[in-house]
């Protein structure tokens, strides 16, 4: 027979909650085999998505004072029945929880089963397929770790005070429905619409930012600038491996602003290759120069090429002015050539208190020095040199599509709170909120998502 899988879902955070998932078929009454409420009612017996407050025990005694969420398939993000108990005890007791588990019945869930029973049983759709496939298409932990879990502390921080909030006035509701002459549910409501309103905006603004955060899925912005002839548009075949950009011999030729997305290694390059900046009276040049101008301001990251088998001229002076304090590697471009530029003059030329400005030497025509490049960027990149400002960012799909359920679920709570509907009929959609939620932080999918989407669905193929 099949058993229902178990594992830690959370690691345990600094409050010492940790959660322990168990879910397929059986896991509810595997559950009931630990679980003791105080009233000793089953969760076999209790409706799909509610909250029970009891104990884990180990015969008779007592391991850890939880709260079991109850998730009856197909309402749960495996679309089986799912148990989360949300444990308090440290590591050691959210360890012991597991092993009653395993005892009672379950088996230890193989990394990235939960995603695993998820994708069999339809449940993740069009857009968390996008977003699965734009891992996989990532192949890289930075993305990976970014789409999951690594989100900038100011992205979890609202997320978890909402997701802290929304569990708690559940379990406040289901409480007070279970103890009625104790706890009363006077005013209770209007109470909950002006949380639920808080929520809601705190969400709004969030799913406003995502419109212009998509950063890894759209990419850095990097910014091609060097004088005519510097050798732009031959970098930029290079790093997308074609010949796409014109590359002539005549100075100038690049007047649109090409912009193309480079995978590196799965950081995406959003890269533009501007115009040679000089000082010119040809008009049509000029546009190009003012806005690769504009570009430099709004760019992550700065490619400067510059042509070292010639001196370095008037132009690049005025370039190395733009650069300002921008995240920049500079290129000595065509070391195929004789080389009449130096690292250090560059240096001492742009600011010698900038240490972080990159040089590298390359030749685009002959392909030299590019690998180097492309691990200069992904190192920058992981030690977290280029910033994206500090916005919040909701990093992809997945993660804006769950803060719009999320948002969906709240608003119905408001509706139902507007008709007045008794308490019992929110709770569901408070709980929705809840998973939809944990989906951001990576709390409702499970650690392991990584491990899953590689192990189970691309490795093997
Ligand atoms: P851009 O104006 O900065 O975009 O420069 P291009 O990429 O159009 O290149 C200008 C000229 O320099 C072309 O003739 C290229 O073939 C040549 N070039 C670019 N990179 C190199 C290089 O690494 N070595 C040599 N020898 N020539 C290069
Ligand atoms: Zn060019």
Not at 67 to 72: G, I, P, S
Not at 212 to 224: A, Q, Y
Not at 265 to 282: C, E, F, P, S, W
């Amino acid at each position: 027979m099949e058993k229902p899988i178990v594992a830690i879902s959370t690691a345990v955070n600094y409050a010492g909650i940790g959660i322990v998932r168990l879910s397929g078929p059986g896991a509810i009454q595997v559950a009931d085999k630990v679980f003791v409420s105080p009233k000793n009612k089953k969760l076999e017996d209790q409706k799909t998505h509610t909250i029970h407050y009891g104990f884990i025990k180990d015969q008779d005694e007592v391991v850890d004072e939880v709260l079991a969420m109850l998730m009856k398939a197909p309402h749960s993000y495996t679309k089986e029945d799912t148990v989360e108990f949300n444990c308090h005890g440290g590591i050691h007791i959210v360890r012991k929880v597991l092993s009653l588990l395993i005892e009672a019945g379950a088996r230890p869930a193989e990394p990235g089963e939960f995603t695993k029973k998820a994708f069999l049983n339809g449940r993740l759709d069009l857009s968390q397929a996008e977003a699965v496939s734009d891992l996989i298409y990532s192949q890289n932990d930075y993305a990976l770790k970014s789409s999951v879990g690594q989100l900038r502390g100011n992205l979890r921080e609202k997320i978890e005070t909402i997701r802290k909030a929304v569990i708690y006035n559940t379990a406040f509701i289901e409480s007070a429905l279970d103890d009625p002459e104790h706890i009363s549910l006077d005013g209770y409501p209007e109470k909950l619409e002006m949380d639920v309103d808080i929520w809601l905006a705190t969400l709004k603004s969030l799913l406003d930012n995502a419109e212009s955060g998509k950063i890894l899925k759209e990419g850095i912005k990097t910014v091609i600038i060097g004088r005519p002839n510097a050798g732009k548009s031959s970098l930029l075949n290079v790093l997308l491996g074609e010949e796409r950009a014109i590359v002539t011999d005549i100075a100038g030729t690049t007047r649109d602003i090409l912009e193309e997305t480079i995978n590196l290694k799965g950081i995406m390059l959003q890269v533009i290759d501007t115009a040679g900046i000089r000082n010119t009276k040809d008009a049509i040049e000029k546009i190009g120069v003012e806005k690769a101008k504009q570009y430099v301001d709004k760019a992550d990251l700065i490619l400067y090429v510059i042509d070292a088998s010639d001196k370095l001229s008037e132009e690049d002076l005025d370039i190395m002015k733009l650069i300002g304090d921008k995240k920049t590697i500079v290129l000595l471009n065509k070391t195929d050539l004789a080389l009449n530029v130096t690292e250090e003059e560059v240096l001492s030329t742009i600011n010698s208190n900038k240490s972080d400005i990159k040089v590298i030497q390359i030749s685009a025509k002959e392909n030299e020095g590019i690998t180097k490049l492309e691990e200069t960027i992904t190192a920058m990149f992981y030690d977290g040199k280029i910033s994206f400002n500090n916005e919040i960012y909701i990093t992809n799909a997945r993660q804006q599509s769950a803060l719009l359920e999320a948002s969906q679920s709240l608003s119905s709570v408001k509706t139902s709170l507007e008709a007045n509907m008794p308490e019992d009929f929110y709770t569901i959609d408070l709980m929705d909120a809840y998973e939809s939620l944990g989906k951001i932080t990576g709390e409702s999918i499970g650690e392991d998502l990584v491990n899953e989407i590689f192990s189970k669905f691309c490795m093997g193929k």
